[in-house]
């Protein structure tokens, strides 16, 4: 199983940015998938994600501004970005798990490797 982030980069405050995660070796309809963020200050953070039957929660701070698509077709998770903000700098990463809630860490088996986002003011 291969989770493959990237669109990662530099923005500035108030600019767009999608990223991706390509899957293999599993279905992206048949998990709960994620994108969490982490910064050297904090612990791995929810950001947003979407159940197997399609439900999406997504956190108080992304709310407005952060959108998740899954791209059955393609196997894939799209995180689309706006009006960011210097908080949104992390490494963002996306997962895979059949946990019962959506925003635990412990709930998701697989892992990206991670992708920079840097948003400059």
């Known amino acids: 199983v291969q989770l493959q982030a990237s669109g990662g980069g530099l923005v500035e405050v108030g600019g767009s940015l999608k990223l991706s995660c390509a899957v293999s070796g599993i279905t992206v309809s048949a998990y709960t998938m994620a994108w969490f963020r982490q910064t050297p200050e904090k612990e791995r953070e929810f950001v947003t994600g979407?159940?197997?039957?399609?439900?999406?929660s997504i956190a108080d701070s992304a709310k407005g501004r952060h959108a998740i698509f899954r791209d059955i077709a393609g196997n894939k998770l799209d995180l689309q970005m706006w009006n960011l903000e210097s908080g949104d700098t992390a490494v963002y990463y996306c997962?895979?798990?059949?946990?019962?809630?959506?925003?635990?860490?412990?709930?998701?088996?697989?892992w990206g490797q991670g992708t920079q986002v840097t948003v400059s003011s």
């Open positions: 979407i159940t197997r039957s399609g439900h999406i």
């Open positions: 997962a895979a798990g059949h946990g019962n809630d959506v925003t635990e860490l412990r709930g998701y088996k697989y």
